[in-house]
């Protein structure tokens, strides 16, 4: 199904419908705590069903997961990509403590409607690549500043190596308007996935506006973009030292 085929009559930011008659949009722009009851119950069994398969298959691990579940804030949550395996340990995490969590993704999986209906069901949205996307950046303010988390990977794809990865700073301008913090969160082991396997998470402190060394807005938009991610790949280093038993 389309978005375009899935219309509602009731005006933008009305209460939602339990089965019928709501958009993708009413899923993207109403708060995810609002979304209707029976939609919220078939994701937390699929959240559920998803814990359980990937801890039995990758025995995965997050280091310092208070830092991600005890901060009512919204915040801008980054994290280097290895493979599909990332989102599913973080989202599966904040859902089960009830942390309400969206996460970006690419716009090229709304070409399958059912990856549509269930992402935007389970609180992701669209981002187009490549463009200037602020129908995206503005949607996330919005996100942000009700209290929702918002998971993003600067990295774009998933990364096999470790090279000179250009990232997107997109997260950064999303985090400023919203004066949101930027939460570093780093993953080893995830990027060739062997039956029990373990993996690897740590979550850093959140970085916050006011620690930056930059006075001007476009100075400190820089400056988060590059503290951001050199966080993240700092924390990643840390645990390959830390667990040498745990490859990529």
């Not at 990937?54 to 801008?76: F, N, S």
């Not at 060739?192 to 979550?203: A, D, E, N």
């Not at 916050?208 to 400190?220: F, V």
């Amino acid at each position: 199904m389309s978005e375009k085929t899935e219309k509602s009559d009731a005006p933008q930011g009305g209460r939602m419908r339990a089965f019928a008659g709501n958009t993708y949009d009413d899923y993207y722009d109403h708060d995810i705590r609002e979304h209707p009851l029976p939609g919220r119950l078939f994701i937390g069994a699929i959240v559920r069903i998803l814990w359980v398969i990937t801890k039995l298959l990758w025995p995965w691990k997050i280091e310092e997961a208070r830092r991600l579940l005890d901060d009512p804030r919204g915040r801008v949550v980054i994290m280097n990509h290895e493979s599909m395996l990332d989102p599913v340990v973080v989202v599966v995490t904040m859902w089960l403590a009830h942390v309400p969590v969206r996460i970006v993704y690419k716009s090229e999986f709304d070409k399958i409607g059912p990856a549509t209906w269930l992402f935007s069901r389970a609180g992701g949205f669209p981002v187009e690549r490549g463009t200037a996307d602020m129908k995206t950046v503005r949607r996330a303010r919005a996100m942000l500043m009700r209290g929702e988390c918002v998971l993003i990977y600067p990295e774009g794809t998933r990364v096999r190596e470790d090279t000179d990865q250009q990232t997107h700073g997109g997260y950064a301008i999303m985090a400023q308007l919203a004066k949101a913090p930027v939460q570093p969160v780093a993953i080893i082991g995830a990027r060739h996935l062997r039956f029990r396997k373990p993996v690897l998470v740590k979550v850093g402190e959140p970085i916050e506006w006011s620690e930056l060394s930059a006075a001007k807005r476009k100075e400190q938009l820089s400056e988060m973009e590059r503290v951001g991610m050199a966080r993240v790949y700092e924390m990643r280093d840390e645990l390959r030292r830390e667990h040498p038993e745990v490859r990529d």
